[in-house]
């Protein structure tokens, strides 16, 4: 069966670090594009970054240029999200999911169960 298991959320001041992991199971991850998505409360889910099955990265948010960086680890079928520089508009829940190119929110087909990051000093 297919699963994302994420983890890495969690609470830090501004101008914090954190390192969210998104391992999978029952797919190979380096065969499919992986974004990272967030939605924050009361706002609309958003695009953040995505690496496609060459290694390439995509922004969808010029917001993480700079502070996020999106890596994966073939040989322990996971994603990383490294989040530097962390701001409070950064407070949201993140989600890693599976698509076939990094595009829009119609390629992707499976996705995770989401993690918190709040931001806040």
């Known amino acids: 069966q297919l699963q994302f298991v994420e983890s890495g959320g969690g609470s830090v001041q501004p101008g914090g670090s954190l390192r969210l992991s998104c391992a999978a199971s029952?797919?190979?991850?380096?065969?499919?594009?992986i974004g990272w998505f967030r939605q924050a409360p009361g706002k609309g889910r958003e695009g953040v970054l995505c690496i496609s099955s060459s290694g390439g990265t995509t922004y969808y948010a010029d917001s993480v240029k700079g502070r996020f960086t999106i890596s994966r680890d073939s040989a322990k079928n996971t994603v990383y999200l490294q989040m530097n520089s962390l701001k409070p508009e950064d407070t949201a829940v993140y989600y890693c999911?599976?698509?076939?190119?990094?595009?829009?929110?119609?390629?992707?087909?499976?996705w995770g169960q989401g993690t918190q990051v709040t931001v806040s000093s």
């Open positions: 999911a599976r698509a076939g190119a990094c595009g829009g929110f119609g390629g992707y087909d499976y």
């Open positions: 029952g797919f190979t991850l380096a065969h499919y594009a």
